[in-house]
């Protein structure tokens, strides 16, 4: 999720077998500045790559991935979340104004 659509089509295009590649990500969690990234965006350069791909000749088909989503957060149930929240209630107890 912390990759431009560049650094993205980059990977696509240097890849020997771009069907076994995986991407994951958590688009809530964007760290990079200026990145905005969107699974939609990936799907879109497998696309291109097809394209670019099918005016060559015999090159190995290139498949636009299906986006699967998550149904389930298995980061972030109370056994996590519980002592998370202590751990930050003490923080900001012994540390105040030094969490955002």
């Known amino acids: 999720q912390d990759f431009t659509q560049a650094e993205l089509s980059l990977f696509v295009r240097v890849c020997a077998d771009k069907n076994s590649m995986f ?38 088909a290139v ?10 957060n298995y980061r972030t149930h109370n056994g996590i979340l519980k002592p998370a929240a202590a751990i930050v209630d003490l923080i900001q107890a012994f540390f105040t104004g030094t969490v955002d």
């Open 23 to 60: 991407f994951s990500g958590d688009t809530a969690q964007t760290i990079a500045s200026g990145v905005g990234f969107r699974f939609e965006d990936l799907k879109s350069i497998f696309q291109a790559e097809k394209e670019r791909q099918g005016l060559a000749q015999g090159s190995q």
């Open 63 to 72: 498949v636009v991935p299906a986006v699967r989503q998550l149904k389930v």
